[in-house]
Nanobody, 127 residues
Framework: QVQPVESGGDSVQAGGSLRLSCVTP?????MAWFRQPPGKEREAVVA???????TYSDSAKGRFTVSRDISKNTLYLQMNSLKPEDTAMYYC????????????????????????WGQGTQVTVSS
């Protein structure tokens, strides 16, 4: 069973930074961050595969940076220049990759494509 565990959420002022972390039992997983603003649907933020190929959503480009430490089974999300509209519950998600021609492939960045979810960590940005 894969159970991601997030940490690092906090309350910050606009313009501040936070780094979220997510630990999984192993690193042979496609990983992603999603977020759910208050009263809104959950949305994709960024995905990273085992080769560290990255897909950013439009909302994350330029201010958010994803990385992963394979040796620590840990995924990170560095968020800079935070805005009040970044206020949300942030979720770490994972899915097992498929093998195509010897290459590990991850699905497109979409809610329905990820099987394992953490409990979430709250990020609140005040103006």
């Amino acid at each position: 069973q894969v159970q991601p565990v997030e940490s690092g959420g906090d309350s910050v002022q606009a313009g501040g930074s936070l780094r979220l972390s997510c630990v999984t039992p192993h690193s042979s997983l496609c990983m992603a961050w999603f977020r759910q603003p208050p009263g809104k649907e959950r949305e994709a933020v960024v995905a990273i595969d085992m080769y560290r190929r990255i897909t950013y959503s439009d909302s994350a480009k330029g201010r958010f940076t994803v990385s992963r430490d394979i040796s620590k089974n840990t995924l990170y999300l560095q968020m800079n220049s935070l805005k009040p509209e970044d206020t949300a519950m942030y979720y770490c998600a994972a899915v097992r990759p498929t093998v195509v021609g010897g290459d590990w492939r991850c699905p497109p960045l979409a809610l329905a494509n990820y099987d394992y979810w953490g409990q979430g960590t709250q990020v609140t940005v005040s103006s």
